[in-house]
């Protein structure tokens, strides 16, 4: 399985972005799929994931702010990022999960990861 992340740059605070995470495969009927980021010196923490039935989980962080969405046809997960701030500076990535629960928010529960994005938010 492989993924490759995309979708970052550069923004003003308050401004939105939306990340895309192409897989290889369909998986999406048999995985979990999760955003993570890291900021520097920091580790990396969970964003958000979708499970294989479509629920969803967030970070009380982007809560309301953030979406995350799976397109079954284009094999490919989103993360819709609205009024973002400057605490959102990360690099992004995307993760795939094998298991069939509903909310897996430790990295480590995580079975193939993606190559980051970028995300920079400007005050």
């Known amino acids: 399985v492989q993924l490759q992340a995309s979708g970052g740059g550069l923004v003003q605070a308050g401004g939105s972005l939306r990340l895309s995470c192409e897989v290889s495969?369909?998986?999406?009927?048999?995985?979990?799929m999760g955003w993570f980021r890291q900021a520097p010196g920091k580790e990396r923490e969970f964003v958000a994931t979708?499970?294989?039935?479509?629920?969803?989980y967030y970070a009380d962080s982007v809560k309301g702010r953030f979406t995350i969405s799976k397109n079954n046809a284009e094999n490919t997960v989103y993360l819709q990022m609205n009024n973002l701030k400057p605490e959102d500076t990360a690099v992004y990535f995307c993760?795939?999960?094998?298991?069939?629960?509903?909310?897996?928010?430790?990295?480590?529960?995580?079975?193939?990861w993606g190559k980051g994005t970028l995300v920079t938010v400007s005050s």
């Open positions: 993760a795939a999960n094998r298991g069939s629960g509903n909310y897996y928010v430790v990295a480590r529960q995580y079975d193939y």
């Open positions: 979708i499970s294989r039935y479509g629920g969803t």
């Open positions: 495969g369909r998986i999406f009927d048999t995985h979990a």
